[in-house]
């Protein structure tokens, strides 16, 4: 009996953080906040993955989340905006999604969107703007999924408890467990002592004038702070508190594999990362701009950007898809 509780133990904590996830932290790193309600399964992650390449989930079958956010660019678009289903322009530049999982908010404005279980609602039922679409079709999204055979058994497989219920709120569920798996920890930065010179003078540099805000293992304070001048067109953190006070401010990005998420800043006007350091307050020599810049490019994570476990899936329930 006693060694059958154990082993059950065991089960448990390997349903809760299955070792493909689990694997991918080096030692220093410790696990993010997973919600209860939400635990991390392989089923789970798979389904996920395949909702999140599945254009169905947007209106007119055009559009998936990874049509915004695309693997190569850190999980960003290289535009400056990506229009909706409908043609809406863009308000904001698409961030990447390296190491989401360890954000206290998300979006570059809203410090009220506490989990990603929230935030997947906006992209797909979103207003403003509109980008894929569904706001008031979610009997549509999930009849269009409950017809396909495979996804009925994916459901399954991920929630069990249910019996496998399609619904919004498992759909938003298994994209969050995806998302959670987006780890880049494998940059030059993080292997110890291989930084040229040029680098490790950007680095003192950024340690003095940067880190205050780009702080910790992602580099970002999760705070909301003003570097641009307030532009009408959008408040930022403003929007959400109504506070005047607030005009302009927009939370620190992350700055992991920023090499390759050009443009910058949330409304994508700087085109070089050399461009967005100028323009924040303070005036730097040149020479200080360069080495930031090669200091940031020992960020890009290789592995991260063609991981084939994040990449579109082409088989799912042992078929080609
Ligand atoms: C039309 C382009 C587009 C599509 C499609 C899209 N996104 Fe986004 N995504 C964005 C933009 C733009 C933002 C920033 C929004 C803001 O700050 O208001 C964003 C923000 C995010 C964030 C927050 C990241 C952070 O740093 O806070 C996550 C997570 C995310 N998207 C996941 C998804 C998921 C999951 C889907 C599919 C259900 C999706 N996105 C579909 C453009 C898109
Ligand atoms: C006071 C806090 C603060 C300091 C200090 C700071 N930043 Fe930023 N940084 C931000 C914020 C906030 C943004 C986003 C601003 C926006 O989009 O309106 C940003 C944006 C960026 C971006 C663009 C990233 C992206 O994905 O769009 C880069 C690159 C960057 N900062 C590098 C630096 C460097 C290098 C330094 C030091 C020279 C620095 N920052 C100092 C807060 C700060």
Redesign the pocket.
């Known amino acids: 009996m006693r060694r059958l509780l154990i082993l059950m133990a065991a089960i448990a904590v390997a349903a809760a953080a299955p070792a493909g996830w689990i694997g991918r932290l080096p030692g220093s790193v410790p696990a993010p906040a997973v919600p209860v309600d939400n635990p991390m399964t392989a089923a789970k992650i798979e389904l996920g993955r395949r909702?999140?390449y599945d254009a169905d989930?947007?209106v007119d079958g055009t559009?998936?989340?990874?049509?915004?956010?695309e693997q190569r660019h850190g999980f960003t678009?290289g535009n400056a905006?990506?229009?909706?289903?409908h043609g809406d322009p863009?308000?904001?530049?698409?961030?990447?999604?390296a190491n989401?999982a360890w954000?206290p908010?998300?979006?570059?404005?809203?410090p009220r969107?506490r989990s990603?279980e929230a935030?997947?609602m906006?992209?797909?039922f979103g207003t403003n703007?509109v980008?894929?679409g569904m706001r008031g079709m979610e009997t549509e999204l999930v009849r269009r999924l409950a017809a396909d055979d495979c996804y009925r058994r994916m459901f399954a497989a991920a929630f069990p408890a249910s019996g496998g219920r399609i619904d919004i709120r498992a759909v938003?569920r298994a994209?969050?467990a995806f998302?959670r798996t987006l780890v880049s920890f494998g940059a030059r930065y993080d292997q110890e002592g291989s930084l040229d010179p040029q680098a490790r003078r950007g680095a003192a540099l950024f340690r003095a004038a940067c880190a205050s805000c780009h702080s910790g293992r992602d580099f970002t304070d999760g705070r909301f702070h003003r570097i641009l001048p307030p532009a009408a067109s959008d408040r930022g953190l403003g929007e959400i508190t109504g506070r005047k006070d607030d005009d302009g401010k927009?939370?620190t990005?992350?700055l992991r594999n920023v090499a390759v998420t050009q443009p910058y800043f949330?409304d994508g006007s700087a085109k070089t990362i050399a461009d967005a350091i100028a323009r924040h307050p303070g005036r730097r020599p040149p020479a200080d701009i360069a080495a930031l810049t090669a200091f940031l490019a020992t960020l890009t994570d290789e592995k991260f950007l063609t991981d084939p476990r994040f990449g579109l899936p082409d088989r799912a329930c042992g078929k080609a898809l």
Request: glycine letters at 10%; hydrophobic letters at 40%; one cysteine or more.
């Open positions: 909702l999140f989930l947007s559009m998936s989340c990874a049509s915004c956010h678009d905006g990506h229009p909706g289903v863009a308000r904001r530049n698409v961030p990447g999604l989401v954000l908010s998300y979006t570059w404005g809203n969107i990603l935030q997947a906006v992209p797909i703007p980008e894929m938003t994209l969050a998302e927009f939370r990005p992350g949330h």
